[in-house]
């Protein structure tokens, strides 16, 4: 991940990277905020798999990280409601 000119330069370019993925959005943390979450364990973390982020079978790609990690889908709740 980057937010440099350099790496959309080079994707640009007559010889882009070979793998890579375009997603534009904005995340900010206030000081310490990231640490502390993830002291809370509030992120599901997992090993890098170059498969699950440059894959193209989107609508698994989810399913596919929880699944990874030992998460069973079957015994998630969510409290949202109906959209």
Known sequence: MTATREILAAIASASPPRKFVMALGYAGWGAGQLEEELAQNA???GAPDSDLVFGDAYEHKWRHALTRMGVD???LQSNAGNA
């Open 43 to 45: 992120w599901l973390i």
């Open 73 to 75: 889908l079957s015994r």
